[in-house]
């Protein structure tokens, strides 16, 4: 079966190539087999790929069960939502490049990871020429219609047909080809989508006009490739949308450094992180990430963990400990003898674990589960009609009211209704902050009815600031720490500035990483150090002066914002890693009456699976890597997108700015979204049955058909773009 | 209006070309990327 797949998609798509253009690329790339592979312990070679081009549900499974049929492949499986693919197979019995063949004769295109994602030139071209060849068409109907009125020669009527069918004859055979493949694809899968009720109408329009055109009567032409042209259009806006918010994701991942400096002897050589191996020694300075795992082998300093751990405070390390890649080292130096690097790494580990969780199983769409119902309809519509005229004795109006059923009955609506809708869904949120990978990710904020929210960095500011000191702690505080970077010193210099404090000056400032700082103020002798949890002490010749608590700050709209989702109906719950008394605070300042305190990542995934087993629809909004496993667990999982970047990678949507009040918006904009692909929907179907009716009857003409369905189209375009008037309403 | 029989041709020829072009643009790439161009000027 796989092998009839190859041949029909494959010899289709040449044939069309050398009747229409250039041959493009053809499905075997050189280079293939230079693509670095990763080869397991028993022998069998591992890669993972991106392929362009997956349309549906049936895209996929197609490419996962061709490439499973295939002698030697021993795993193959592919994801909707990313368009990844992972290929494990053996060596000796096939190649890579062959496989990438495969995928490729479909009509998909696997590229390398990594590389750059090409747009669908092809599509570009199709609508290109199918818009051009409609506005052609329609000026020449539109002389064909007034024709009617004042009698026009028969040969000019004749020019002008002959002319449309040159220029449709393109539109229906090289144009509408997507949809051809797809229907063809889905029937051989046994999955009906909506591109086989398209390329049903595009066949009978183009076959009744060349038929009309041999023996000079009127031809719908004009409905044709205004119909192609639209439909193209919206696989466009689809595509794009798509591939937009995939690279958001991309630019976002770009996490790790990308150099290091390594000793070599008494020197220091700055060299490309890859190229670190276990045992290097590399020094590391403030302010830089750490390029690999490794133990410290001299210093000492602080460290930040907010991208592995989500909690704020940064910890002091010192020989022996162990550190991380992707931590941040906040004050002092370091030497670090290097452990593991690449993808060995704690960090790329746990985003490899994510990426794979985060593969999805595929969903059909509402116009693709409505398309067989569809098609079987207008099937027997057109049957009903020419049962019920030939019993009426007319034979020829059989005829005509059969082929008026079949071209007026206008999937085109009922395909743009869900692009549309979406595209103007995801645009509308994503101009408010919060960025959907996919439309699905969208819509399922409809039936979402329980909320989590990680504490750190998502309800929370993520840095520490000052919760309480008096003036003249700070001032002196503040003097000291004015040059110093590490975070409690941004955050009492910032508190001081913020309530209007001249930063007096301060000589012999010694800042020792962990302990504290020293230094003279005002003639005196000054000692800022730690004092227990989140709190500093000023002390002047060992005598206390004040303390300065810090703690993380509820950020000024979070309340807001989840007051806004409590309004909704929303149960909204605050999950931390953080102590009972802390989560209670913040949970308190936040308007939240739900917490879970001390509870690990994988304790967040758990919470998170619980309550969908109870029946609810979870989404989890977080930002550190240890919210990876909930965001990936959840039913729409948000990250933070100021967050790192592997929870990105895994959630369906991202919001970009330092603000929960996104999310309030994305529920508006699912709900508008649903609303409009509703009301979209019921519309096309409430026109196609008013216009089989009439067609069943016998009154549609071409004109009548050429104003019918641009008119629902026109409808559904219309519907989608009061998306974002609602929301705008919505706001005020 | 037997001129119709020539100028129709000579437009869709003309059209034809300008058709041609538009694909020929496309396949260099002219329209891959329509979003980066107008920021590009913003991150030098």
């Not at chain 1, 919206?234 to 790790?256: D, I, K, N, P, T």
């Not at chain 1, 000589?507 to 800022?528: S, Y």
């Not at chain 1, 990542?601 to 909930?630: H, I, T, Y």
Request: with cysteine; hydrophobic share 50%.
């Amino acid at each position: 079966m796989a092998a009839a797949i190859i041949r029909g998609a494959g010899l289709e798509r040449y044939y069309q190539d050398r009747e229409e253009f250039a041959p493009r690329p053809g499905p075997l790339r050189p280079g293939w087999d230079a693509v670095p592979v990763t080869i397991c312990d028993d022998g069998s070679a591992e890669v993972r790929l991106v392929v362009d081009g997956l349309r549906c549900a049936s895209c996929v499974w197609v490419t996962e069960h061709i490439l499973q049929a295939t002698p030697g492949v021993e795993e193959a499986t592919v994801s909707y939502a990313t368009g990844r693919a992972s290929l494990r197979w053996d060596p000796d019995t096939v190649d890579l490049g062959t496989l990438a063949g495969k995928v490729a004769a479909l009509g998909y295109r696997p590229r390398l990871l990594g590389e750059e994602s090409k747009p669908d030139q092809g599509l570009v071209i199709r609508l290109g020429v199918a818009t051009f060849a409609a506005m052609n068409i329609m000026m020449m109907s539109a002389a064909l219609y007034l024709g009617w009125v004042s009698a026009m020669e028969e040969r000019y009527a004749a020019l002008f047909r002959w002319a449309s069918l040159l220029l449709a004859t393109p539109v229906a055979l090289w144009c509408a080809e997507p949809f051809f493949s797809g229907a063809i694809q889905g029937l051989k899968n046994r999955v009906l989508h909506m591109d086989l009720p398209i390329a049903l109408a595009v066949a009978v329009l183009y076959v009744h006009g060349f038929i009309s055109t041999l023996v000079g009567t009127d031809t719908y032409f004009d409905s044709l490739s205004m119909l192609v042209a639209l439909l193209l259009t919206g696989r466009m806006l689809e595509g794009r949308g798509r591939r937009r918010a995939a690279e958001a994701a991309v630019s976002l991942a770009a996490a790790l450094p990308a150099t290091a400096r390594r000793r070599a002897g008494d020197a220091v050589e700055v060299v490309p992180a890859g190229d670190l191996v276990p045992g290097d020694l590399i020094d590391v300075g403030a302010g830089e990430e750490f390029a690999a795992d490794g133990v410290v082998a001299e210093g000492e300093a602080t460290v930040r963990l907010a991208l592995i751990t989500g909690e704020a405070e940064p910890v002091l390390v010192s020989a022996g400990d162990e550190v991380v890649s992707g931590a941040v080292l906040v004050d002092g130096t370091l030497t670090v003898r290097v452990e593991r690097v690449g993808d060995e790494t704690t960090v790329q580990r746990m985003a490899a674990d994510l990426r794979a969780a985060a593969d999805r199983p595929v969903r059909l769409s509402t116009a693709d589960r409505i398309a067989p119902w569809f098609t079987a309809a207008t099937l027997i519509a057109a049957t009903l009609t020419v049962i019920g005229w030939l019993l009426a004795g007319d034979g020829g109006t059989a005829l005509r009211a059969c082929v008026a059923v079949l071209v007026v009955a206008c999937p085109c609506a009922l395909a743009l209704s869900r692009p549309l809708a979406a595209a103007a869904g995801l645009g509308a949120a994503a101009r408010r902050g919060l960025m959907f990978r996919s439309a699905d990710g969208l819509l399922d904020l409809v039936d979402v009815d329980t909320v989590g929210l990680d504490k750190t960095g998502t309800v929370t500011e993520g840095d520490l600031t000052v919760v309480s000191a008096d003036d003249t702690t700070l001032r002196i505080a503040a003097g000291l720490e004015r040059f110093s970077m590490h975070p409690i010193a941004r955050a009492v210099v910032e508190e001081a500035v913020k309530r209007g404090i001249p930063l007096p000056r301060a000589e012999a400032v010694r800042e020792t990483p962990g302990k504290g700082v020293t230094g003279q103020v005002d003639g005196l002798d000054w000692e800022l150090a730690a004092g227990g949890p989140g709190e500093v002490v000023l002390s002047s010749e060992s005598r206390e002066i004040g303390r300065i608590r810090l703690g993380d700050a509820v950020r000024s709209d979070s309340a807001e914002a989840i007051a806004q989702l409590v309004d909704r109906g929303l149960e909204v719950v605050l999950l931390t890693g953080d102590h009972e008394d802390v989560a209670g605070r913040i949970a308190a300042q936040a308007g939240v009456t739900r917490m879970r305190a001390e509870v690990d990542p994988a304790g967040k995934a758990a919470w998170v699976r619980a309550g969908q087993e109870s029946g609810s629809q979870v989404l989890f909004a977080g930002d550190g890597l240890n919210d990876g496993p909930a965001l990936a667990a959840a039913d729409v999982g948000v990250a933070m997108g100021t967050g790192a970047a592997s929870s990105v990678l895994v959630a369906d949507g991202v919001i970009s700015t330092w603000s929960l009040k996104p999310l309030v918006s994305g529920f508006q904009a699912a709900s508008a979204c649903e609303r409009a692909i509703r009301w979209n929907q019921r519309r096309s179907i409430a026109y196609n049955i008013v216009a089989v009716s009439a067609a069943a009857a016998g009154w549609i003409n071409p004109l009548v058909a050429a104003i019918l369905m641009p008119a629902s189209s026109a409808m559904v375009i219309w519907g989608s773009s009061r998306i974002e008037a609602s929301m705008n309403d919505a706001r005020t | 209006m037997n001129s119709i029989f020539f100028l129709l041709p000579i437009a869709l020829i003309l059209g034809g070309i300008f058709a041609a072009l538009f694909v020929k643009a496309a396949r260099d790439g002219q329209f891959d990327d329509l979003d980066d161009p107008p920021e590009r000027m913003l991150h030098d």
